[in-house]
């Protein structure tokens, strides 16, 4: 059974930084297609970023976060990292793990077969 646990959320100023860990078990994350995706209050649960791991790893993400946000994996440890760095109010969200069961890696949420509880990332003003 996969199971994927993330933690690091937390209340952080205006261009501050945040690392979020998303912790795996039941699959292994060195051969695991991996995303980030958020939810804010009343809005869709939207994509943040995603890696491939089995030919690279390869990251690619949303225009909104690209030069701030960073996904990097720690094969020893099992474990998917989220570095947030200048954030901003509108990146107050729940932040969530996700795995496909293959090598998806877009940006839909129906192509993850696996989540995390998610963790909660607030950015005040």
């Known amino acids: 059974q996969v199971k994927l646990v993330e933690s690091g959320g937390g209340l952080v100023q205006t261009g501050g930084s945040l690392r979020l860990s998303c912790a795996g078990s039941?699959?292994?994350?060195?051969?695991?297609?991996l995303a980030w995706f958020r939810q804010a209050p009343g809005k869709e649960r939207e994509f943040v970023g995603a890696?491939?791991?089995?030919?690279?790893?390869?990251?690619h993400y949303t225009d909104s976060v690209k030069g701030r946000f960073t996904i990097s994996i720690d094969n020893a440890k099992n474990t998917m990292y989220l570095q947030m760095n200048s954030l901003k109010p509108e990146d107050t969200a729940v932040y969530y793990c996700?795995?496909?069961?293959?090598?998806?890696?877009?940006?839909?949420?129906?192509?993850?077969?696996?989540w995390g509880q998610g963790t909660q990332v607030t950015v005040s003003s």
């Open positions: 890696v491939n791991n089995w030919n690279g790893p390869k990251t």
């Open positions: 039941g699959r292994t994350f060195s051969s695991s297609a």
């Open positions: 996700a795995t496909s069961t293959g090598y998806y890696v877009g940006s839909s949420t129906g192509g993850y077969a696996y």
